[in-house]
């Protein structure tokens, strides 16, 4: 992985490479006319300079909105800073004010999505197997909505925000008539998070931002199929050319004598790493756990790549421990193929 890093590090961005409905959707969000208008010039194939389009809008306003304008600088539009600052509105130029729906996770369907071993016997240390094992179908269907939202910002000076967030994440015997259908798991994670931005060069890399944060993760099913975990976690942002990292380590948090899962750590050990490779509107990453302690772990490789507008088709392979709560201790392979959106 290093050397893929190293590899196509190296590879200049082109302005081609630019996803316009992208570039337009990081405008939207610009609260202050005079810099969404210089936000939108900036988008590749835009007819006129945004200096024209500025002294044209300047004769509209009055006077004391000239020193508000005059900040509306060319650079400083959410087009020119990174994904990453775009997706957690990191400075003044990102910032979209609060309580409004973003996308969180990569929200998609999976209408088939194939496990090489279907976990139908799940137990745990404190959980015995279920008495009746269903006649689980290896080919279900998949899906995830998540979405987020800013409840603060700028909590010290002009750093700080606070997001919310929740995360469903669902599968679905759908093709299976025999056991008349069901849901087979669902995982549900609501989180709140502290976004801070660091700003830092290190090795040749940005260390834009620091997340400090609370997840609590369930399925909300009784014993003795109920699965679930609280964790705080510190995930930190790293960009270079086309590439970003999260790297989150995790601390569990549990309540004594209230455990359906207590061997969870040594399946999906104490953190994960996220690195993404983006290439004009292709999108390929690769999401790692590792449990040193009991050498088990997992990988997920995902590509997203365009079909129209906000729509992508969606690749997803995994293998290893945990792909849902109910097979944290499970190992399998899936790959699942769909459709993404609001990449």
Partial sequence: MLCLLAVFTAIPLRAEDIDPQEAVDACRVVEDPLRRLACYDRIPGADVTAQDELAETLEMFPDETVPVAAAATVDDTPVNRSRMMRRWELDDATHGGRLRVRRHEPVYLLP????????????TPN???????????????????????????????????????FTQQSNWQAYNSVESEPFRE??????????????????????QMLN?????????????????WNRLYAMFGFERGNFEVYARPWLRVEADGDDDNPDIEDFLGHGDVRVIWRRGKHDVSFL?????DDNRGAIQADWHWPLRGDL????????????????????QTTIGL??????
Avoid: C
Avoid at 112 to 123: E, K, L, Y
Avoid at 212 to 228: I, K, T
Avoid at 288 to 292: F, L, M, T
Avoid at 338 to 343: A, D
């Fill in 288 to 292: 790692g756990r590792y449990a040193p």
């Fill in 186 to 207: 669902t995982n549900y994670a609501p989180e709140a998070m502290l976004a801070w931005r660091t700003g830092l060069d290190l090795f040749g890399w940005r260390w």
């Fill in 127 to 165: 959980q015995p197997r279920p008495a009746r094992r269903p006649d689980l179908d290896a080919i279900e269907v998949k899906f995830q909505l998540s979405l987020k939202t800013k409840v603060a910002d700028n909590l010290f000076g002009n750093n700080g925000d606070v997001w919310v967030g």
């Fill in 338 to 343: 769909g459709v993404s959106l609001v990449q």
């Fill in 312 to 331: 992508k088709a969606y690749l997803q392979v995994f293998h290893g421990y945990g792909e849902t709560l109910i097979d944290y201790n499970h190992r």
């Fill in 112 to 123: 088939g999505r194939w496990s090489s071993d279907p976990n139908d016997n799940p137990a």
């Fill in 212 to 228: 400090l944060g609370f997840v609590h993760q369930s399925n909300g099913r009784a014993d003795p199929l109920s699965r679930s």
